[in-house]
Nanobody, 125 residues
Framework: QVQLVESGGGLVQAGGSLRLSCAASGRAFSSYSMGWFRQAPGKEREFVAASSSSPFITYHADSVKGRFTISRDNAKNTIYLQMNRLKPEDTADYYC??????????????????WGQGTQVTVSS
């Protein structure tokens, strides 16, 4: 069982930065792949970024590549999403999630076992 709690969301102007954190409880954190997804009002949840644990491989959606970076600190049971050069279209609720899988499957929301409650990010123009 893994519990996930996101933090770091807020209101920021376009071009600004935010760093989201996701703290996990549970002893097996380092064995899980971890991901970030987002859901804007009226839209489906979409993949943002993910990382496998060992080896440490990251994936980023094309829409955020070069602007967002996922990282993890297994010693702190925490993953991060550094978001730079934010755009109004990045406005959404952001969720972290844990998956028992690795590889390209961690781009798919269906392959995640545990989810946080989300943190809201609003980017003003």
């Amino acid at each position: 069982q893994v519990q996930l709690v996101e933090s770091g969301g807020g209101l920021v102007q376009a071009g600004g930065s935010l760093r989201l954190s996701c703290a996990a409880s549970g002893r097996a954190f380092s064995s899980y792949s971890m991901g970030w997804f987002r859901q804007a009002p009226g839209k489906e949840r979409e993949f943002v970024a993910a990382s496998s644990s060992s080896p440490f491989i990251t994936y980023h959606a094309d829409s955020v590549k070069g602007r967002f970076t996922i990282s993890r600190d297994n010693a702190k049971n925490t993953i991060y999403l550094q978001m730079n050069r934010l755009k109004p279209e990045d406005t959404a609720d952001y969720y972290c999630a844990a998956s028992r899988y690795a590889g390209s499957r961690i781009r798919r929301a269906l392959d995640y076992d545990y989810w946080g409650q989300g943190t809201q990010v609003t980017v003003s123009s």
